[in-house]
């Protein structure tokens, strides 16, 4: 199975519960650790900070029950020490995120660390249906 960990030393997880990604992959999670013997339909799987959801027994599990449900290619967004111990190095990135400024005692975290950027409007661009 290939595995790609891309690590976010400070994620700030009140941020990335706001984005409309934060919930990719999570009926997956769910069925990985409440459905005996599951089997994937599809072969990849993508999350962002699957933490949030797991036990620490669920997190060092998580990539053995992707394997043995079938996913060829897994892609985690973490910043969960459980899951980098779990990996090769050559299957984890971690991401040096801007430091905090000097001054900010308080804010110990970075906003939007590791999730697409759904601030801005996209525009999707459709072909009309032939025959129209």
């Known amino acids: 199975m290939k595995i790609k960990l891309t690590v ?6 009140f941020k990335v519960n706001e984005s409309i990604f934060n919930m990719v992959g999570v009926g997956e999670l769910e069925k990985l650790f409440t459905l005996e013997g599951y089997r994937a339909e599809g072969k990849t799987l993508t999350l962002f900070y699957p933490e949030r959801f797991l036990n620490i027994i669920e997190e060092r599990a998580l990539l053995a029950r992707c394997e043995e449900a079938g996913y060829s290619s897994v892609d985690i967004t973490t910043s969960s020490v459980y899951l980098i111990q779990c990996c090769h190095s050559k299957d984890i990135g971690i991401i040096q995120d801007e430091s905090i400024p000097e001054g900010s005692q308080f804010k110990l975290s970075n906003d939007y660390s590791g999730m697409p950027d759904d601030r801005v409007l996209h525009n999707l661009h459709c072909q009309p249906a032939i025959g129209r």
């Not at 976010?8 to 997880?13: A, I, Q, V």
């Open 8 to 13: 976010f030393r400070r994620p700030n997880m």
